[in-house]
């Protein structure tokens, strides 16, 4: 993830499935970066690859 980060990936958490979920952006790791659904489509129709898990 460290080297994924440094070579200029960018890791966007959904702020929506956080909170149904429970979890809170200080249990994420550094460096993730929170958004909505629209962020995270917006960036993945920009990208080459995505992962949505």
């Known amino acids: 993830?460290?080297?994924a980060m440094a070579s200029?990936?960018?890791l966007i958490a959904c702020t929506m499935s956080?909170?149904?979920m429970g979890i809170t952006?200080?249990?994420l790791i550094?460096?993730?970066e929170l958004g909505g659904?629209?962020?995270y489509l917006g960036e993945?129709?920009?990208s080459?690859?995505?992962l949505f898990i």
Do not use: L, S, Y
Request: hydrophobic letters at 40%; proline letters at 0%; aromatic letters at 0%.
């Open 37 to 39: 659904v629209a962020t």
């Open 30 to 32: 550094d460096g993730v």
């Open 18 to 20: 956080m909170d149904i």
């Open 48 to 50: 080459n690859v995505n």
């Open 44 to 46: 993945a129709e920009e």
């Open 8 to 10: 200029g990936i960018h």
């Open 25 to 27: 952006k200080e249990e």
């Open 1 to 3: 993830m460290k080297q």
